[in-house]
């Protein structure tokens, strides 16, 4: 079975300032991660994925994820906030590269502030 | 990217009426396609996975009854709420993805409002 947990359902950052937005995984096969991103009354559009490449892996508007299987982690980083980066994210996983069954996390509201 | 559309955005039935929302690959091929429930403020739940030409696969607890999929073609996938019950208002998102290696595309989410 596959999990993923997601700490903080709402992180605040100033804009400019460090996002981090923690993910954590659970599977028994290797893992194909992704990042998603939800704005209000809109369907998902996908930030980046691993896919067992490389580890670090740079997304769309500046993300980014660094895969770390000590640690079961896949957390989302942008160095520097923007007001339009105020949305909910969503981390899944899946057995293969996407195109199967996501398994979603709860989710993390970013809110943005000047 | 590829293109998902979902069709209506909105839709607002009477409790006990049907409603059938509809899931097209605008720019590829779908030989699968997914259903899912969003409730506010939550996650995303898997409904259930449809491939093209058989029969969709309900995860545990969905009533493959009252959410009718099909999946006749390998750009177009229908959900249809049988019996709308106002516990039935959700905003229900498919997408889809050309395989399982493949990637897999979102559609815009239909808001459904039973009455």
């Known amino acids: 079975a596959q999990s993923v947990t997601q700490l903080g359902s709402h992180v605040s950052v100033s804009e400019g300032a460090l996002v981090l937005l923690r993910c954590n995984y659970s599977s028994s096969v290797p893992p194909y991660l992704f990042w998603y991103v939800q704005y209000p009354n809109q369907g998902l559009q996908l930030l980046l994925k691993?896919?067992?490449?490389?580890?670090l892996v740079k997304g769309i508007n500046g993300f980014e994820a660094e895969f770390k299987k000590s640690e079961t982690s896949f957390h989302l980083t942008k160095p520097s906030a923007h007001m339009s980066d105020a949305a909910e994210y969503f981390c899944a996983v899946s057995k293969t590269g996407g195109g199967n069954k996501l398994t979603f996390g709860t989710g993390t509201q970013l809110k943005v502030e000047l | 990217g590829a293109v998902v559309s979902q069709h209506p955005s909105r839709v607002i039935c009477k409790s006990g009426t049907s409603v059938k929302i509809e899931c097209r690959s605008l720019?590829?091929?779908?030989?699968?396609m997914f259903w899912y429930r969003q409730f506010p403020k939550q996650s995303l739940m898997l409904m259930a996975t449809?491939?093209?030409?058989?029969?969709?696969?309900?995860e545990q607890g969905v009533e493959k009854d009252k959410f009718l999929i099909n999946h006749a073609s390998l750009t177009l996938s229908t959900l249809t709420v049988t019996s709308a019950h106002p516990e039935d208002s959700s905003f229900y998102i498919c997408?889809?993805?050309?395989?399982?290696?493949?990637?897999?595309?979102f559609g815009p989410g239909t808001r459904l409002t039973v009455t």
């Open positions: 449809s491939n093209e030409g058989s029969k969709a696969t309900y």
């Open positions: 691993y896919t067992s490449a490389a580890t």
């Open positions: 720019d590829f091929q779908a030989t699968t």
């Open positions: 997408s889809a993805s050309a395989g399982a290696a493949y990637e897999q595309y």
